[in-house]
């Protein structure tokens, strides 16, 4: 059933060799339709690794990933109108992961993939202009992996010229 975490999800990530060699990663809070990331979230601060989240910016595509300074800071977050929890606006007191030592690895949502790294999002962009963004940080783009469940992987997703293929899917049976 979807919104359920999964054992062989977070198995999968923590296995994996980029996760393991990774010190800054960024990685989202999931929506009901989405794979569970709060026992990901966990583990990152269980390895002593530093976890970024999403606060996006309504009515743009602007997205900054602000560090989280632990799994229970996360209730300290604001619910938005998208049902999203994130950062409030005015709390500037978080590290932006590109003003300070960039990302390894960044965990990426989405509605659909195909197995040529093609991502379908929200529509909204907010990933691709981040990873624009990443691109122009010294550390450069980091390793971008995609939580799906089989059902979003397709024989082809619609792209944009502005679109970033990830480098890589996890995927899961119900």
């Not at 919104?3 to 999968?12: A, F, I, R």
């Not at 994996?16 to 709060?38: C, G, N, V």
């Not at 979003?152 to 899917?169: L, T, Y």
Request: with cysteine.
């Amino acid at each position: 059933k979807r919104g359920t975490s999964s054992w062989k999800t977070l198995c999968s990530v923590i296995s994996h060799p980029k996760y393991q060699e990774s010190k800054r990663i960024a990685i989202f809070l999931s929506m009901p339709d989405e794979i569970q990331t709060e026992e990901i979230i966990k583990d990152i601060f269980k390895q002593g690794k530093e976890c970024f989240i999403p606060r996006y910016k309504p009515h743009s595509n602007h997205m900054d990933m602000l560090k989280l300074s632990s799994a229970e800071d996360i209730s300290s977050l604001t619910l938005t109108s998208w049902n999203i929890l994130q950062p409030s606006d005015d709390d500037s007191a978080r590290e932006e992961a590109l003003a300070g030592g960039g990302l390894d690895l960044i965990f990426m949502p989405g509605l659909g993939f195909d197995k040529k790294g093609n991502r379908l999002g929200r529509g909204k962009g907010y990933y691709d202009t981040y990873l624009e963004r990443c691109m122009k940080h010294a550390r450069g783009k980091p390793y971008t992996i995609a939580l799906a469940f089989r059902e979003q992987i397709c024989e082809s997703v619609p792209v944009a010229e502005n679109d970033v293929q990830i480098d890589e899917i996890l995927y899961e049976d119900h």
